[in-house]
């Protein structure tokens, strides 16, 4: 018999500081983008009067993936510019679990912290999804964000027989590509606000490449495929019903590497008028 469930909304990583011990794959490909960020970092005009510095990471989850990351970008920004202050600040929906994530950061979690190992450096922690404005106006001096974007604000309909929109068609994906449309424009239009002039923005966004490809189809069993059979084969079984199948889409949408792109090259695009 199914039973009552509550829609797929606002969901979080796992609680507790667990995620970045089970999510190493983030990891990774943080720390492969390390040469990337300290590149846009060398090459921001730091005036010599500065004495703060502001980085954000957005969607930060248990804050673990990315410590590494984190220690790299003040380490090589202390050493060209000795003595400044760094705010880094952790934002992510009002539902993570920011008890874990203050304990990464501090270095009282599963992993050593940066903290341990510099100085004026101030973790601050916002409880502002990156679908807001998380600080104010030509305050930022850089944000960065990994997989986590994908995410959308809002499941815009039910798929009808898939769990993901990589498996969508028809209305229904349309639904999904508008919705992916509207949130990728809005993440955009609020770094636009924050960010100070000449500030940089670094995002490792989930995407499908021109030859299709995408996380879980990239080599071999498709991962959300074979998602949809095994929650497809509970409802053969009666283990769930229809309505529950339907509820259990996926609020993500990937965006294409045009789509990604469209709104930096369309000269109408609120953006790229920013």
Aim: proline content about 4%; some cysteine.
């Amino acid at each position: 018999m199914s039973i009552h469930t509550e829609p797929l909304q606002n969901i979080t990583m796992s609680a507790g500081g667990t995620y970045s011990l089970t999510t190493k794959g983030a990891e990774y490909l943080i720390n492969a983008a390390v040469p990337i960020v300290l590149e846009a970092l060398d090459s921001m005009k730091i005036s010599k009067n500065q004495n703060v510095f502001t980085f954000s990471d957005m969607g930060t989850a248990d804050g673990g993936t990315s410590l590494k990351m984190v220690e790299s970008f003040i380490n090589f920004l202390q050493k060209n510019s000795p003595g400044i202050s760094i705010n880094v600040v952790y934002a992510d929906q009002p539902k993570n679990d920011f008890n874990g994530l203050v304990q990464t950061v501090l270095g009282l979690g599963h992993f050593p912290s940066y903290l341990e190992k510099t100085k004026n450096v101030y973790p601050l922690f916002s409880a502002n999804s990156f679908y807001k404005q998380i600080l104010p106006d030509n305050t930022l001096d850089f944000g960065f964000s990994a997989t986590a974007m994908h995410w959308l604000s809002n499941k815009p309909c039910d798929i009808s027989h898939h769990v993901h929109m990589v498996g969508a068609e028809g209305e229904e994906y349309l639904c999904f590509a508008e919705q992916g449309k509207k949130d990728w424009e809005t993440i955009l239009l609020n770094r636009a606000r924050e960010l100070r002039s000449g500030g940089q923005l670094i995002l490792l966004n989930f995407c499908r490449d021109e030859n299709g490809k995408y996380l879980g189809n990239s080599t071999g069993v498709n991962m959300f495929t074979n998602f949809a059979q095994i929650w497809q084969d509970f409802m053969a079984q009666g283990r769930i019903g229809p309505e529950e199948y339907r509820r259990m889409t996926l609020p993500q949408y990937y965006n294409t590497v045009e789509e990604f792109s469209a709104p930096f090259k369309k000269t109408e695009s609120p953006v790229y008028c920013a």
